[in-house]
């Protein structure tokens, strides 16, 4: 079995070399001629220096370049960050400066983005530019692609241990425009990608349609999964106008339905509101050769999952619950759906999650506790984040038969798991907001919006939205002296925050926030006072 991230391509090539392993348009590279590229590129890596665990960042769009540059990182030993291609230049510099990034990979659109701002990045020493001629000017030395390729030494890289850092991947429940970034190790990686394979049954021959971004966890484990099965990822997607791809709204629908209604895919990994806009397609011969389809990042409206079954009768569903920034927590099929409305489902394979006391033992059946996972998919922390580190990744309790004690990742979700193992979140203790795939943090919103210092206190809650699953409504009571009202506070929210954290709805409330017995906001009540707020959004409206 792979050990680290490029070598779940190496493996197939081993057994498979013709087989195909990237597919982009009408261009093929077969398992063999995707390990050469990125053996080249990982020696090219090793030529200028850089050393077992530094950065690199990749700025492109879906692609066999970027693909071999994000392995390539892997292979000389270094960590990749995948960098958003549409997103924020302002954004994407900030993640770069966080992470370190010595060496950046990226196109000339992306260079154009970030050229200005490259003088505040003091780690990075290199930029890598494809398809494109170096500029004359640039805070940072640029090498062309072709160059950087040529000056591959042969000796080979160094081979990290799978539990070193491996990739660092944007977390979707953040707080500001730059967030935090998840540090995840080859061992995470790897045992992701195999994860996700067995939950959905990938197998050698499959073409499984990459319609989300390398830059999150999510689009990147699509990935992996597909290579550590020797299938074929397709990189075909139109994207969606950049804008609308910041805010959640996922691939161009009208061409990802097209796609599959050429009947050739088999497998396919996208965003619920996706989902909910191909729910209103023709889908054709998607019928006859789409054999598993997953909904990452939660649960379908109920009218739009109904639909989906009917047009694909003999596709597995799989809807993908996560915790946290737990990517790919449970998985779920609308026949256990049925059985249990309000489950997330159960671990995938090689991953478990218990439910447990306040001392730290096991809950029994039906008794709520206190979320955690254990296992080879506990990733190895916040990036720079020690704060934030210690208060998710703790000691697990302890086992018998253990002389050591592992680290588990702590959500600070409370659950209850019935005897069948399907786990059902405790509404009262998760301010996960998910909105449009992402994972929201009510309370990093909540911070924000506090930190304008125009509100004295705040609450962020979901509202049930049937295309988004849910949108964020802040409320809000002014501080004593400001000038405030809702769309003053939107203003502000809108300065601060990234778009797919701004809130639906702004309420400036004259009265103190309603209070639970404990003495904190009650959410659960305002969640309930807004529920039917947005209940007559047409359900084809799909951004």
Known sequence: MAQLAHELVEAVAAWAPGAAALRHGAERISYAGLAGAIAACGAALQALGL??????????????????????????????????????????????????????????????????????????????????AAPRACPVPVLAWEDFLASAIQAGPPAPAAATLGALVHTAAVGGAAGRMLALSHRNLVAGAVSTARCLGI???????????????????????????????????????????AAGAGPDHAALAGLLERGDITGIV??????????????????????????????????????????????????????????????LTPAQLDERPCSIGRALPYSDWLVVRADGSECAPGETGELVRRGAQVALGYWNDARASAEHF?????????????????????????????????EGRNDTITSGGFRISGREVEKIVVGTGLVAEAAAVGVAHPVLGQVIAVLATPRRGARLDSTILFGACRARLPQHMLPAMVDVRRSPLPRARDGQIDRALLAGELAPLFADVALHAAP
């Not at 960042?57 to 270094?78: D, E, H, I, K, N």
């Open 51 to 132: 050393a077992e665990g530094e950065r690199v960042a990749v700025r492109l769009p879906a692609s066999a370049t970027a693909v071999t540059a994000l392995l390539g990182a892997s292979g000389a030993g270094c960590a990749f960050v995948a960098l958003d291609p549409h997103g924020e230049p302002g954004a994407g510099a900030a993640f770069l400066r966080a992470s370190g990034a010595r060496l950046l990979v990226t196109d000339p659109a992306g260079l154009d983005a970030l050229e200005e701002l490259l003088e505040d990045c003091p780690s990075l020493r290199t930029v890598v530019l494809h398809g494109g």
């Open 203 to 245: 197998r050698q021959g499959d073409r499984v349609l990459a319609a989300l971004p390398f830059h999150g966890d999510d689009g990147l484990n699509v990935l992996l999964a597909a290579f550590s099965a020797g299938a074929t990822a397709v990189l075909d997607m139109v994207p969606a106008a950049p804008r609308a791809l």
């Open 270 to 331: 996208a965003l619920p509101a996706t989902w909910q806009a191909l729910a209103g397609h023709d889908l054709g011969r998607a019928a006859d050769c789409l054999r598993y389809a997953a909904c990452a990042g939660g649960g379908l409206a109920g009218e739009a999952l109904a639909a989906l079954r009917q047009a694909l009768p003999r596709t597995r569903i799989h809807l993908l619950y996560d915790v946290g920034d737990a990517c790919r927590s449970t998985s």
């Open 394 to 426: 703790r000691f697990l309790p302890p086992a018998p038969g253990l002389a050591g004690r592992a680290t588990g990742y702590w959500p600070g979700v409370g659950a209850r798991k019935d005897l069948d193992g399907y786990l059902y979140l405790s």
